[in-house]
């Protein structure tokens, strides 16, 4: 039988996750050490649960700050951790309670694997911010089975069917696993601020993230300006969306913009002006916040004061949300620019991360796991 889908008993037969799945992943056993190979076990499918053969999975920046523990103040890592949040995959099995999915099926999972299901926010599909703490897809207390979760660097994972979203079949499944975190990162604050067809939308930064705001902006029929430090982009840029690319350290073009936009989504995850980009909203436009630099910024009170202007931030979608996202990239064919490379070479890339070498995410084809 397989490694990946092999059941193992427990010591206690009486538990309600007696039978274990045997799980082979790549995983930091330290703040300094290199990921490698490691083995564990998953909980066998409750009535409820989808089991998935991982196919893909994504690279996020956040997988490296918790690999590192560079997140130890507000959430420390527990080793050994498996990372990943951007998982596509096949179901290989389903609970006797599952009515959305059967074997074979394409399904992904993003950030979040439980929530509480009973606060407000669950209640209004939005799990992301669960009052009482969503579970995260890895190094996030395991309600179910005890311990830390482990997230997709692995060859499968077994989740809550609430927590498990359709893949369409039109899509590359490659292209699709960002999607899962950068692309419903930037999808839902377009689609909250309700970002439409007539409207000024300013895109702050082209990696990951950007590039995805990019793209649904357009998508939305807004008229999309990225902003960034690197001019070298504005070909590249105008190929994902872009009608505009303004050099943000040019003060001459960020005035010929003073209080003409609708929307900024600022994707920057570095240290950078946001009073710069404040004065560029028009009456009652807003800027959201979804990347985060270490130290905070200073806003000038009468940036905001002056024009009725709303600095904000979101984090990702719900799953109703997500769910909707995906379908809308099938209708308009949208996926991530990937770099695809084998489990092996995952530490090359997190060090080609930092540097920014990548256009625009990394994602992990699982298949070269079984030769680890």
Excluded at 211 to 218: E, I, N, P, T
């Amino acid at each position: 039988m397989d490694q990946a889908t092999q059941v193992v008993p427990s010591t206690s037969d009486s538990s309600p996750t007696a039978r274990t799945i045997a799980a082979r992943a790549y995983a930091a056993k330290g703040a300094a050490s290199p990921l490698g190979p490691f083995s564990f076990t998953r909980r066998s499918p409750r009535p409820q649960d989808v089991q998935i053969e991982i196919l893909y999975c994504g690279v996020c920046h956040s997988d490296l700050h918790q690999a590192r523990d560079e997140w130890k103040s507000v959430l420390p890592t527990v080793y050994p951790c498996v990372p990943g949040h951007e998982i596509v995959g096949r179901v290989v099995k389903v609970g006797s309670a599952v009515k959305k999915f059967k074997e074979g099926d394409l399904a992904a999972v993003g950030c979040m694997v439980d929530s509480c299901g009973e606060c407000s926010s669950c209640q209004a599909g939005e799990e992301q911010y669960c009052l009482n703490f969503a579970t995260y897809t890895y190094n996030a207390p395991d309600k179910v089975s005890g311990g830390v979760t482990y997230g997709g660097y692995s060859d499968g994972i077994v989740v809550d069917e609430k927590f498990v979203l359709r893949v369409p079949k039109s899509l590359d499944l490659a292209g699709v696993a960002p999607l899962l975190c950068a692309g419903i990162t930037t999808y839902s604050p377009l689609r909250h601020w309700k970002v439409a067809k007539g409207q000024k939308v300013g895109i702050v930064g082209l990696g990951g993230l950007g590039h995805m705001g990019l793209k649904f902006a357009h998508a939305f029929g807004a008229h999309t300006v990225l902003f960034t430090t690197s001019p070298h982009k504005a070909a590249d840029a105008r190929r994902l969306g872009a009608d505009e690319v303004v050099a943000s350290r040019d003060p001459d073009e960020m005035r010929k913009h003073a209080s003409s936009f609708d929307f900024i989504l600022d994707t920057a995850p570095v240290e950078h002006d946001l009073n710069a980009y404040l004065a560029l909203l028009k009456l009652n436009g807003t800027m959201t916040l979804v990347g985060a630099p270490e130290k905070p910024a200073p806003v000038a009170a009468f940036n905001l004061i002056m024009g009725r202007r709303s600095l904000a931030g979101s984090g990702i979608g719900g799953i109703r949300e997500t769910q909707e996202m995906l379908d809308f990239c099938a209708q308009h064919g949208i996926t991530s620019d990937i770099e695809t490379i084998p489990i092996q070479k995952i530490n090359e890339a997190y060090v080609r991360l930092l540097k920014g070498d990548v256009k625009y995410r990394f994602v992990i084809d699982m298949a070269s796991l079984k030769a680890a």
